[in-house]
């Protein structure tokens, strides 16, 4: 399949890495400064914080000294309306981009995108920043934490991709979301507000579930395939993701921040093993994953979400045990001080790479819409770049020798004790894998 995917051709000098949240932060407004022609950002949030306002004030002063700017910005419909989980009396990040557009002489447009009538049941995990010819590909979203505004980041993944007709593919998707009814702008002043019905957010769904990026490509050479997703029958970027697990020859490298790998995806990394190659994975600490608190703060049920993740990878390493013994699988536990990780994406013997903000969980393969960019590099030109990422990300990782380092049931806090044991009487578990 992978041979077989059209692409749009790109040298080798036209792809960069950010290594760090700063670094990205750093980019990210120098080229929102620099814009020419337009500007078009996909990502779940834009948050109401100092990182957020940053952004929002870039993006503004680029309009501003550049009025014929085409500058869009994409979010969560539903996640931009409401506060942050666990924080009482927010009011959601839409309130602040009325604010800040209300006083612009050259407002931007800011567009709230309801995959689905709930956010529970699916939101835009679409990412991409798309500035000029450029793309600035990562899984991060937009505020303090993502941006590294001040002591605390969330470790991710950031590759700037220099290619006119590859900016082109993303923005002109993205252009197209603006047909849609269901999607509306999150910077309206009247009364009342023109909100997305039921009827228009189901027609969204089912056009979303068909929808691909549309482009001319090629068969052969250094080339990028961007890929989009929602839903399990037409996914194009499921169906990429599981090609490059079964065709890779010798090893696989695969970062997720959140382990729970869908059933197709954890049967082929099984049977991957067991013919005798190589599997390394990448995974956060449950004190990395952004949903962890710290013992000295207040407790809430959300924070047993980390644990339900850590029994997911017990589980996976124990039926894999003899892999580990074998020198066929490592998993690595990333662990920073206090701070989280997040990065995404599958690397087959180093020559296909899947760029995605995908979770890669049953969520992400079925519930959202997900995108990815897929970097084929058959002979290796890339291999200088993504080997010095990669060391970067294994850092901070300590490898897991055997399942039964991973801590159980019956080390954890007892209100998550509760949640858990509560969980596993009611049989919820099966119903939680397939939102989380």
Not at 123 to 142: M, N, P, Q, R
Not at 336 to 347: A, M, R, V
Request: hydrophobic letters at 40%; a positive charge.
């Amino acid at each position: 399949m992978l041979s077989q995917l059209s692409g749009i051709s790109i040298t080798a000098d036209s792809m960069s890495w950010l290594l760090t949240a700063e670094h990205f932060r750093k980019e990210l407004i120098n080229r929102i400064a620099n814009a020419q022609h337009s500007i078009y950002i996909s990502a779940l949030y834009l948050e109401d914080d100092e990182a957020g306002r940053e952004i929002i004030d870039a993006l503004l002063a680029a309009k501003q000294s550049n009025p014929t700017l085409d500058v869009k910005v994409f979010v969560d419909f539903h996640r931009a309306r409401r506060g942050l989980i666990g924080h009482k009396g927010d009011s959601g990040n839409y309130f602040m981009y009325r604010e800040r557009l209300a006083k612009a002489e050259h407002p931007i447009e800011i567009y709230g995108v309801p995959v689905k009538s709930k956010e529970i049941l699916g939101v835009l995990h679409l990412k991409g920043f798309v500035i000029d010819d450029s793309i600035i590909f990562s899984g991060a979203s937009l505020n303090n934490i993502y941006l590294h505004h001040a002591n605390k980041y969330r470790f991710d993944r950031y590759h700037v991709i220099d290619s006119e007709y590859g900016a082109r593919t993303l923005r002109d998707f993205m252009k197209g979301l603006l047909e849609e009814p269901a999607i509306v702008s999150l910077a309206q002043t009247q009364e009342p507000e023109i909100l997305p019905t039921k009827s228009q957010i189901k027609k969204l769904k089912s056009r979303l579930s068909r929808s691909n990026y549309e482009f001319n490509g090629v068969k052969l050479g250094l080339r990028i395939t961007p890929l989009v997703g929602l839903g399990k029958r037409k996914n194009a970027l499921n169906k990429a993701a599981i090609a490059v697990v079964k065709e890779s020859i010798e090893s696989l490298f695969i970062c997720t921040p959140y382990f729970n790998p869908p059933y197709s995806l954890s049967r082929a990394l099984t049977k991957h093993l067991k013919q005798g190659k190589k599997l390394e994975i990448v995974v956060g600490d449950k004190t990395a994953n952004d949903f962890f608190i710290p013992p000295e703060e207040e407790f809430s049920t959300i924070g047993a979400v980390p644990y339900i993740y850590e029994q997911a990878l017990l589980r996976f390493m124990k039926r894999h045990q003899w892999a580990i013994d074998k020198g066929l699988l490592k998993v690595n536990l990333w662990k920073n001080e206090n701070n989280s990780f997040h990065l995404k994406g599958i690397s087959a013997d180093n020559k296909y790479h899947l760029l995605t903000g995908s979770n890669l969980n049953p969520r992400a393969w079925s519930l959202d819409l997900e995108n990815g960019i897929l970097v084929h590099d058959v002979h290796q030109e890339l291999e200088q770049g993504f080997s010095k990422e990669r060391e970067h990300i294994l850092q901070n990782t300590t490898q897991v020798a055997h399942y039964t380092d991973i801590e159980t049931l019956q080390d954890y806090p007892e209100e998550v004790k509760k949640i858990l044991t509560r969980i596993k009487r009611l049989r919820a578990d099966f119903i939680l894998r397939r939102i989380m």
